[in-house]
């Protein structure tokens, strides 16, 4: 939960992708500590606690170009360089990498979670852009159709309806996804 980031999935869906884009990778581990610790999240907070469990492992920060070009304003910014280094995904050759960070060149399509939310919010194909049991389990949860992400959705509910309806619709909400969730529904 990024403080600066507005999140449009839950953290177990976000884990759960994550699981279903890295399956069947034997170099791809999807790791849940983040999602584990409560409240805000931080780049510093997480690589102390991978550096924790893996000890004297050399850890590896990969970003994109422009995500780089702003770690040095991140909380902990001169920490996180002492933890691991920083790979910089440039796309193209005007991609500008900070200096003392690995440059990884890639030819990339011009893809980015943004346009991916983006494009699922209009009805848009996303088959290509995201692996294909990523796409289904989109689908299958309702994630992205709407520009209001559940929090916003459950504080507008809490603000228009008396207390015990809102009680009522939360259960049923809760009740109707466990049972789809045991009945392999979406």
């Not at 691991?84 to 399509?109: E, F, H, Q, S």
């Not at 289904?136 to 559940?150: C, K, N, T, V």
């Not at 909400?173 to 789809?180: Q, R, Y």
Request: aromatic residues 4%; charged residues 30%.
């Amino acid at each position: 939960e990024p403080p600066y980031k507005r999140c449009h999935a839950s953290r177990a869906d976000r884990l759960n992708m994550a699981m279903l884009a890295s399956a069947g990778s034997d170099w791809l581990k999807v790791c849940d500590i983040e999602i584990m610790r409560p409240g805000e999240t931080y780049a510093v907070d997480t690589l102390r606690a991978l550096k924790r469990r893996y000890g004297d492992a050399e850890l590896v920060y990969i970003l994109g170009a422009d995500a780089a070009a702003k770690v040095s304003k991140w909380r902990g910014a001169d920490e996180i360089l002492k933890i691991c280094r920083i790979a910089c995904v440039a796309r193209g050759k005007n991609d500008a990498c900070p200096d003392g960070m690995l440059r990884l060149d890639a030819t990339l399509d011009d893809i980015s979670s943004s346009k991916v939310r983006e494009m699922v919010n209009r009805g848009e194909n996303i088959g290509g852009l995201v692996p294909e049991k990523v796409r289904e389990y989109i689908a299958q949860r309702g994630l992205y159709i709407s520009d209001m992400i559940e929090d916003e959705i459950i504080d507008d509910l809490r603000t228009r309806l008396k207390r015990t309806r809102f009680d009522h619709t939360m259960g049923v909400a809760e009740t109707a996804a466990e049972l789809a969730r045991l009945n392999g529904l979406p």
